[in-house]
């Protein structure tokens, strides 16, 4: 794969005792550097033009009057530097170089993976919360859609946290696709199934909410059976995944029980629906915060691009994964096998 990086997402530094810090970055580079076939690239970082496109011009002036001040506590768990703006802009400036490369042709071993940081998918237009100040996921998104031919983007959201930003951004949207799968009642309390758009964007919200505990099966229950045939549906000729790795059975911050395998076999069908659709794919990072899990995870995504087939569950879904998902296929009017 191709990793897009840059040196100034280091330099927004909340504290070693904050889960969202540099050794993050470092130790997924540190993984990689055990494998073959990857590339390092470096990006533009995006301009406050960028930002407004899909966040409020009042809100970008005050955010970086923030940081220009030293930054601080924005809210409890959103803490600034005085580099946080520069790193936000830069983080977002590398996923709009992942859509950009994959719809420019990377695709397979070239495929591209932006590690920017800070996160994006809480970010919200007018505010900063959940160690995100930038929607990287939704500034790469509206550049694609208004600087390149696509006319449909896909954000899959595979972070155990609800993307609140990413669909609040454009939830009455009828050209971004937002599907979520997270823990049902985590931060920040979002993502019921009955949020499913409204206006032009109406049924253009998938979320699924899952209990504590879900593993790979039920992962790959709800994708296979709720989430693909609604994206076909929408056919995207952009398939951009928020991946955080935060849904890990060893994370410290949530209660899932997906393994790296299974992060494998959801990569293994993101990349076959991609290739369905016709859709150039892409992957920005979000959370993760044990640094072995999260370096595996993008390590194992890495790993099926570059030919690993991975192991599919060994057990199977669970019931209430089963009942959650009847659920789903009620809201979209999706029906049943």
């Known amino acids: 794969m191709r990793f897009g990086v ?9 504290g070693d005792r904050h889960p969202e810090n540099p050794d993050r970055i470092r130790a997924i580079r540190r ?13 533009d970082p995006a301009d406050e033009d960028d930002a407004r ?31 946080t703006w520069r790193a936000a802009l830069a983080s977002a400036g590398l996923s709009m170089w992942a859509v950009d490369a994959a719809l420019d042709g990377d695709d397979g071993r070239t495929t591209p993976f932006s590690l920017g940081r800070p996160p994006g998918h809480h970010a919200v237009a007018d505010d900063a919360m959940g160690f995100c100040f930038l929607n990287n996921a939704a500034v790469a998104s509206q550049h694609a859609l208004d600087a390149r031919d696509v006319e449909r983007v896909v954000v899959f959201d595979w972070d155990v946290h609800h993307g609140n930003g990413t669909q609040d951004i454009f939830y009455d949207r009828g050209d971004v696709f937002y599907g979520s799968i997270h823990e ?26 899952l209990p504590a505990g879900a593993d790979d099966a039920d992962y790959c229950l709800i994708f296979d059976e709720a989430f693909a045939p609604a994206i076909e549906s929408f056919d995207p000729d ?23 395998d299974g992060y494998g076999a959801l990569t293994t069908r993101v990349r076959d629906l991609a290739d369905r ?4 794919l892409s992957f920005v990072l979000e959370g993760g915060y044990s640094l072995d899990t ?8 890495h790993e099926v691009f570059d030919g690993l087939v991975p192991e599919g569950p060994d057990t199977d879904p669970s019931e209430e994964a089963a009942a959650v998902l009847d659920d789903v296929r009620d809201a979209h009017g999706l029906g049943s096998k």
Not at 295 to 300: A, L
Request: with cysteine; aromatic share 6%.
């Open 6 to 14: 840059s040196d100034v997402c280091a330099e927004h530094d909340p």
């Open 53 to 83: 496109t899909v966040h409020d011009a009042d809100y970008v002036d005050e955010i970086r009057e923030f940081c220009d001040d030293g930054g601080g506590s924005w809210d409890p768990d959103t803490v600034a530097v005085e580099a």
């Open 184 to 209: 049902d009642g985590l931060y920040p309390g979002t993502g019921d199934i009955e949020e499913t758009g409204t206006g032009d964007g109406e049924g253009t919200t998938m979320n699924v909410p």
């Open 31 to 43: 993984a990689l550097q055990k494998r073959h076939g990857i590339e390092y690239v470096t990006a």
């Open 277 to 280: 659709c016709d859709a150039a």
């Open 294 to 301: 999260l370096s595996e995870g993008v390590g194992m995504v």
């Open 238 to 260: 952009l398939f951009l995944v928020s991946a955080g790795f935060d849904a890990h059975r060893h994370d410290p911050i949530s209660r899932m029980h997906v393994s790296t």
